[in-house]
T-cell receptor, first 115, second 114 residues
Framework: AQKVTQAQTEISVVEKEDVTLDCVYE???????LFWYKQPPSGELVFLIR??????QNEISGRYSWNFQKSTSSFNFTITASQVVDSAVYFC????????????FGKGTRLHILP | NAGVTQTPKFQVLKTGQSMTLQCAQD?????MSWYRQDPGMGLRLIHY???????DQGEVPNGYNVSRSTTEDFPLRLLSAAPSQTSVYFC?????????????FGPGTRLLVL
């Protein structure tokens, strides 16, 4: 069975600090997708990234970066120079390859960026 | 494109009532899904569909029915509402496979069952 664990329930950091959100997953599939989503206080869900299990290269997008390590089944998300607007709940998720209809989510990490 | 739309935005039901949560997308997406979000539980998959005429159960399907008669619409039916179904419901869609494809979520329907 697939499972996603986000051990950090809630994190608070001061603005401009870097912060890493942890994600550990379990799957029997040899190929799969990993995702991160953001849910700001307004409630909508915002897709951030999808990573294919074939590709273990780290990804950087502006202040966001993702560290995928298949050996430890982790897909961690780092925000560099955090801003107040980064305050949100962040979800890590997992799906079989080509099964966007069946995504399994972690319970989320609530991130507070303090001014 | 309107993206993924959900109606209503908010609904109050009494125990035992039935209702349908509407979800529509205008992006010709094959894949559509329904999730519920409860405090501290993340999102849990209720039902999903890989195309018109094809649906399947997710993690928490009990008490819900779906159908997919068209590519655009994927309604979620509550047969006999229970207080345990108080939640925020999200509909999602995506087109095809591949790491560059984006999944889109609707704005959510907040349901309160008394």
């Amino acid at each position: 069975a697939q499972k996603v664990t986000q051990a950090q329930t809630e994190i608070s950091v001061v603005e401009k600090e870097d912060v890493t959100l942890d994600c550990v997953y379990e799957t029997r599939d040899t190929t799969y997708y990993l995702f991160w989503y953001k849910q700001p206080p307004s409630g909508e869900l915002v897709f951030l990234i999808r990573r294919n299990s074939f590709d273990e290269q780290n990804e950087i997008s502006g202040r966001y970066s993702w560290n995928f390590q298949k050996s430890t089944s982790s897909f961690n998300f780092t925000i560099t120079a955090s801003q107040v607007v980064d305050s949100a709940v962040y979800f890590c998720a997992l799906s079989e390859i080509n099964r966007d209809d069946k995504i399994i989510f972690g319970k989320g990490t609530r991130l507070h960026i303090l001014p | 494109n309107a993206g993924v739309t959900q109606t209503p935005k908010f609904q109050v039901l009494k125990t035992g009532q039935s209702m349908t949560l509407q979800c529509a997308q205008d992006m010709n997406h094959e894949y559509m899904s329904w999730y519920r979000q409860d405090p501290g539980m993340g999102l849990r998959l209720i039902h999903y569909s890989v195309g018109a005429g094809i649906t399947d159960q997710g993690e928490v399907p009990n008490g819900y029915n779906v159908s997919r008669s068209t590519t655009e619409d994927f309604p979620l039916r509550l047969l006999s509402a229970a207080p345990s179904q108080t939640s925020v419901y999200f509909c999602a869609s995506s087109y095809a496979q591949g790491p560059q494809e984006t999944q889109y979520f609707g704005p959510g329907t907040r349901l309160l069952v008394l």
